[in-house]
Every structure is written in C-alpha cells, then in structure tokens.
C-alpha cells in the first residue's frame, strides 16, 4: 500500500471540485484533485450532444488542463473522515491537511424493475452519444412510427423533451432530406402532477403548453412500474410503447464510503454546516450535489456548486491564515429551462419570465457561461448548437 500526503485534497473535479481546486491554485496553496474519469463533462449541455446538436467530447474538460493542481485519475473508495485520509482503488491512502468532498450525485433508478438495463440515464458524455446512436438508427433504419418515451419532467426530462421534438420533427428530416418520413410518438412520464417541479406555476404551464402543442403526451400523477425492450408500464397498468425510453428520473449520493458515516438527509446527501463543513470535523468541507445544508437545502445545480467550491478554497485560506471560516451564502443567479430551440422559461428571484427566440438563447448562453471552466474551449460548443440551430441540419448526425 503506498502513502502519499497532499496539503488540500479535492475529491471530485466537477464544478465544486474545479471552482475550490482553482480558487486554491490561484492562491499558489498546494492541492491535488484525484477524480474518477480524470476529467469532468459540462452536463447543461448533455441534451443537445443527445440530441446531435453538439459534439459529445466537446464537453469534457481534462483536469491535468488546470495549472498548479496536481491531477489523479483513480476512485476514491473510503474516507477516514478523522483523519483525514482516503483510500483509492488502485491502492493508495492519501492524506491531508484538509479535504473538499465532491463527488456529484449519479442516476438513481429507485429499483424499478428494468429501468437499468432498457433506459438510457443522460448523466455522461457516453450516455449522450449512447442517446444520439439510438435515435439515428430509429430514425434512419426502422420502419412504423418513432416511438419514444422520458421518465422524469424535471428541467432535464422537458429540455431533452423538446429537444427531442426539435430534431425528430425538423433537423432530422432536413439533415436526411432523402430518408423516408417517419411519424413520431413522444410521452413524457412523471409521478408528479406537473412538469419542472422546482418551478412557479405559470412556467410549469407554459412547458406543458408548448410541449402539449408539438404533440408530446404527457402522463403526469403516474409511477413508472417496469420498463422493458418494449417500453414502459405505469401503476395504473397503462403501457407506453417505446424503441427509445430516455431516463431522467432522478440522481442520489452514492459516492465513496465515509468512516464515520454521517446524517444524510433526502437523496443521501450528506448534511453539513453553513460553513461547508462536516459537522465536528474543522478540516473536512462537503460540497456540491452531494451535500445538504441541514438547515437551508439548496438545490442541486451547478450554480450552487461552483459558489460552495470557491467558498470552501477561500475558507481554506482562512483556516491556513488561523482565521475562522464563514458562513457559505448562495446568490442565487435564477432558473431557467429551455422548452424548445425558441422558447424558454426564466424565474429570477420572485419574477417569472417567458422568454422567447434570440433573448432565449441570449439568456441560456449568459447563465451556461458563467459555469465554464476558465480555462475551457467550451464556448465552441455552445456556439455550435446555436449554428446548428440556425441552419436547421446537424453535423454530428450521420448515417
Ligand atoms: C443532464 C443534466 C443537466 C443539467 N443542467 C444544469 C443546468 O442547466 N444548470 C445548472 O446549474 N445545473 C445543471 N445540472 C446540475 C449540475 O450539473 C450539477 O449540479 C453539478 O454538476 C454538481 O457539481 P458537483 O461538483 O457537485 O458534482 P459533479 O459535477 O457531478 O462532479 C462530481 C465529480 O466527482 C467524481 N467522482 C464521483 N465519485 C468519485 C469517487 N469516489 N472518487 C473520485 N471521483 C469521484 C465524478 O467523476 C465527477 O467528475 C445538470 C445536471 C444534469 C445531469
């Protein structure tokens, strides 16, 4: 077993992780990353690389990019939270002066039965190019109708939804002008009784309305029972025939093994204090998806993570200048979810906005820019989505 001792150690290079790595590298403090994949993937824009729109690999971004960070690819598979220290697969045990907890939160399939092997999750870059495949090859080599269904109608599920309604109904048949035309049946499932759950009422309208009036049925108030080869059942017995059964429903902690374990609150996020820290363990901070404030939650988004990365790298400073951490504070930068390529809906504070067209796309690029990694050439990809849609054909779909 070898032993090796970082100053700070970051595990999970996702936006917690990257934002306190750099906001530590700035400050030339020594700190490691040690990251799964290596690499992290620039998730807001999964749905358009699902949907042929962008290029998969564009939104991975290599951790070993990150100036004065020392970057491992490897699994962090136990946390000796008093130490503290980790162990990895390969066989290492890292310790630290201090550690940042990131590892995300991952798709969630909540036992139903068949969801893991006939679903496709939208969690990765793979999963995105594993979508498009399966979508072309409908599209292009099957016969009868296109027959495709989305568990889950949180942001997610509706902006894969439209998505999905934009490339079937238009960038498809003008990419493969010469193809025959194929019909589609779009469903979009989810136990709650409207979509875009976190959102006001006037938007979860609007999304139902525009996804309603492009011909996606919806199947709200219902559970999903079993998927299978040949689609979904629902808890009151309906089947929903599907070649193609998208997984939106839901994402939970699982992440590396904590020694002691701490209270976790809903999903298995671990709950920690305004300050970022676990509670009783001064050098040990939680961000991210997987962490909760016990007393205010917030939701799991990138926003939320980015901010927690550069408090817990600034409260590291603190700690090393013998000062004391502060309490973390969101500043909410709103929520938004594109419906379709022209329509979107944006909540700021109290107000609810429908935003429409250029602004739409104005607002998505300004609110998806500020998440970019400093050092990404991301911008590109959006940029290509935006051509993409302007010319109404895909590059990245291919027969
Ligand atoms: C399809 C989709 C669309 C989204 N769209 C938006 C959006 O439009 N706007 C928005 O604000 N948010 C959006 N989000 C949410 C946003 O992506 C997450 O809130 C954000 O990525 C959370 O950051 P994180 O650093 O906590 O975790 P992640 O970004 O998930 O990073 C966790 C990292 O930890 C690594 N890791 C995990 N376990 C281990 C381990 N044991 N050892 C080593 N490494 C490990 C993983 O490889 C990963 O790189 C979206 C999420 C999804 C899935």
Redesign the pocket.
Known sequence: MTQIHHEVLI???????YYAAHELSRHKIPVAV????GY?TF??L??QAATGLIEPDDLDFHLSEMKRVTSVA????AVDVAAPAVSTASGVTVTCDQLVL????TVDFFGVTGAADHTFP??TGADARAIKDRLQSLFLHGDGPVRIAVVGAG??GVEITGALVDVTQEILPRTFPDSPKRSVELNLIDHGTAPLRSMSAESQQTAQTVLTDAGVVFHLGRDVTAVSDQGVTLDDGTSVPSDLTVWAGG?SVQ??QLDPEPTRGHGGRILIDADLRLPGHEGVYC????AADRENPLP??????KQQ?LHAGRSIRRQREGKTPQPFRYRDMGDMAMIRHDQAVVEMGRHHREVTGTPAYGMWLGL?AY?LPGESNRLEALHDWVHELSTGTSQFLTD
Do not use: M
């Not at 595990?11 to 992780?17: A, L, S, T």
């Not at 040690?34 to 994949?37: F, G, H, L, N, V």
């Not at 961000?287 to 997987?290: Q, R």
């Not at 799991?300 to 993570?305: D, I, K, T």
């Open positions: 595990v999970g290079g996702g936006f917690g992780g040690i990251d799964t994949r992290q998730q807001p999964l749905y490897d699994t962090v598979t990131a590892p995300g939160a939208l969690y942001a997610t994402l992440g590396p961000i991210g998806d997987a799991q988004l990138g926003s939320v993570a990365g998806h998440l």
